[in-house]
């Protein structure tokens, strides 16, 4: 009889975060396949586990592969974790998940956290609808084509990114949705230095400029505006409503360029006129 893969969502940061179940799973299972064996080693001593470990990270899944699934005919229970959060989501895992439904062999998914989810609660854009693009190229004209065809996506977009390449992602955002594109940047999520902020893309890079980069990010990007739903309402009218409701001028007039799906600038240049 063969063998079933476990799935398991283990902690993005803070050690609490992650189920009885899976906790219990762990516990079961005849072996782990970790990202990396040091930093999982860490959270099954924090719950008193103690399995057999063996490393399955991107660069060596293809080698691990066969082996795993010859465990699993043999009837061994596995359980596979990545450094943090839920595995195949931008971590390893995918490919072995395919083979494995061609090999017909069981896998059952242990929920848990994944980070581009808590980013995106957190965020105050749309959450009925968004689309996950992980992480960009670091090519930059692969980079490029990525994000022009996002460029009029009306979704909620969620990336990934590392502290060292933050800035010229964002420039690239600059240079492909404006300034003016409202964003959010959730840093080290759960773990102790936490930090949500939101900017426009000009505020992001300004902050960043004067400001050390630290820790994982999520960035969360809201979407174009839909041109069925831009307003009637001319931009002199739009700006005398938010103004009344108490809004200060320079928030006045972000609003009323989501609002009409122009820029800021564009927006300036209307209430001259």
Partial sequence: MKGTLYLVATPIGNLEDITFRAIRILKEVDMILAEDTRKTIKLLNHYNIHKPLISFYRHNEGVRAEY???????????????????????????????????????????PGAVACIQGLICSGFDVTKFVF???LSINKRCRKERL??????????????????????????KETFGGDRRIVLAREITKVHEEILRFTIDEAIEYYKENEVKGEFVVVLEGAVK??????ESVEELMNRYLNEGYDKKEAMKLVAKAKGISKSEVYKELLS
């Avoid at 065809?149 to 990114?161: D, H, I, S």
């Avoid at 041109?227 to 009637?232: I, L, S």
């Fill in 68 to 110: 795993v699934i010859q465990l699993l005919e043999e009837g061994k229970n596995l359980a596979l974790v990545s450094d943090a959060g839920t595995p195949a989501i931008a971590d390893p895992g995918e490919d072995l998940v395919k083979l494995l439904i061609e090999r017909e062999i069981n896998m059952v998914p242990i």
């Fill in 133 to 135: 693009e992980g992480f």
């Fill in 148 to 173: 022009e065809l996002l460029k009029n996506e009306t979704r909620t977009m969620v990336f990934y990114e590392a502290p060292h390449k933050l800035l010229r992602t964002l420039d690239s955002f």
């Fill in 227 to 232: 041109k069925e739903e831009k307003v009637a």
